[in-house]
């Protein structure tokens, strides 16, 4: 009767991107260690020993949670590049994209989380995290070189230029990610604006 009643639970559970959509809103506002199965239950209506089943840890929960937020980002950043015009112009899409866009950004403090978490983190979980920077890095060469090819930029090697473009992005994501009183989302953006330009133009 018990284990019939563990699995009618577990059919009746709320799907598992509204699981998820509430873990990221309670990270990005308490962070997560002020997040808890239990708490997180009330919120879905699941038991925390249900949301341990599914997902075993927090830290289990976070990455799941950045994987599907960046699966989300992912389609819309493939559909930014994937448009016709001038690279240039894709470009600081995905520059937008790429920024926060104010300080406890959800998607942003999912990623701090993470990298708070790396040194303990294990082979497969490095793995996971590394698979999705290495999206965003794949992207941002491809968009590069196309621009190379087009001869809106000049030649320069696509892929240094994306591991050097990321680090710049990353720096100024996280002051901004963080709430440091430094520079505004705009003046981040002209920065990156001018290094882009400066870096690429012909």
Do not use: C
Request: glycine share 8%.
């Amino acid at each position: 009767m018990a284990a019939g009643g563990a699995r009618a639970t577990r059919r009746n559970a709320p799907p598992r991107e509204e699981v998820l959509a509430a873990a990221m809103a309670m990270i990005a506002e308490r962070g997560l260690d002020g997040l808890t199965m239990a708490g997180l239950g009330r919120e879905v209506g699941m038991s925390s020993g249900h949301l341990l089943y599914y997902f075993r840890s927090k830290d289990e929960l976070l990455l799941q949670t950045l994987e599907w937020s960046e699966a989300a980002l992912g389609s819309e950043r493939r559909a930014l590049l994937s448009r016709r015009g001038p690279v240039r112009e894709r470009l600081e899409a995905y520059v937008d994209l790429y920024v926060p866009r104010f300080a406890r950004d959800p998607h942003w403090t999912l990623w701090l989380e993470v990298w708070n978490r790396s040194q303990d983190a294990g082979p497969e979980e490095r793995e996971r995290q590394a698979a999705i920077e290495g999206a965003w890095h794949r992207d941002l060469v491809a968009l590069v070189a196309e621009g190379i090819s087009r001869g809106e930029f000049r030649p320069v090697d696509a892929d240094r230029f994306a591991t050097r473009a990321r680090a710049l992005l990353d720096g100024f994501s996280l002051q901004l990610a963080v709430g440091l009183p430094t520079l505004t989302r705009e003046e981040i953006l002209t920065h990156v604006h001018d290094h882009f330009t400066a870096s690429l133009a012909p």
